[in-house]
């Protein structure tokens, strides 16, 4: 139990433009989700917290307004990258947290962003 | 000072060998105590969950608090090359409270 999955694993886009990634609790209601950028070798960089109905609440320096996202479900989170320009080339995992099951954050398995 | 302290490594061991991952906190709330491991390219996988003081065994794994000394540990027995992985500790005061991870320590385990 206690999957959650990203979609898609690996895009490639031009600058410019804007992609978007799902993240799906598939078992199990998450009542919070969380988007993570990581860097090569570096440890996790939590962006923001999003609530299901309620606004993400952002890190100190995310652009909210450059990752937008949505947390339009309980088993439904998005992550949009707008604008994307090569410094937003990344790593984005996503996870999932219930207090129903062991309170804990479970992780996709990431999206691997590159901006050409 | 972080809430959360874990040595980066890298660690390189043989196989076979005991390995001993810690992370020290400075949070008397925590109360939940995880492990993950992450492969190069994956996201975390959960590999241990404890709640409070005291040890908790898996398989080769075995996870340790000591809430006294604000200090936990992850145990690998019998350790293999597939153990090789970047291992993150976490830990929180409860549901309401937000997950602080560790910055996580790199493990190799050379056949």
């Known amino acids: 139990g206690a999957v959650v999955s990203q979609h898609p694993s690996r895009v490639i886009c031009k600058s410019g433009t804007s992609v978007k990634i799902e993240c799906r609790s598939l078992?199990?209601?998450?009542?919070?989700m969380f988007w993570y950028r990581q860097f090569p070798k570096k440890s996790l960089m939590l962006m923001a917290t999003s609530n299901e109905g309620s606004k993400a609440t952002y890190e100190q320096g995310v652009e909210k307004d450059k990752f937008l996202i949505n947390h339009a479900s309980l088993t439904l989170s998005t992550l949009t990258v707008t604008s994307a320009h090569p410094e937003d080339s990344s790593f984005y995992i996503c996870s999932a947290r219930s207090t129903l099951l062991a309170d804990t954050q479970y992780f996709g398995p990431g999206t691997r962003l590159t901006v050409l | 000072q972080k809430e959360v302290e874990q040595d980066p490594g890298p660690l390189s061991v043989p196989e076979g060998a005991i390995v001993s991952l810690n992370c020290t906190y400075s949070?008397?709330?925590?109360?939940?105590f995880m492990w993950y491991r992450q492969y190069s390219r994956k996201g975390p996988e959960l590999l241990m969950y404890?709640?409070?003081?005291g040890n908790k065994e898996d398989g080769r794994f075995t996870a340790q608090v000591d809430k006294s000394s604000k200090y936990i540990s992850l145990f690998i027995r019998d350790s293999q090359p597939s153990d090789s992985a970047t291992y993150l500790c976490?830990?929180?005061?409860?549901?309401?409270?937000?997950?602080?991870f560790g910055s996580g320590t790199r493990l190799s385990i050379r056949p």
């Open positions: 976490a830990m929180s005061a409860g549901s309401a409270s937000k997950i602080i």
């Open positions: 949070n008397s709330a925590f109360q939940y």
């Open positions: 404890t709640y409070s003081s």
């Open positions: 078992d199990f209601q998450a009542t919070t």
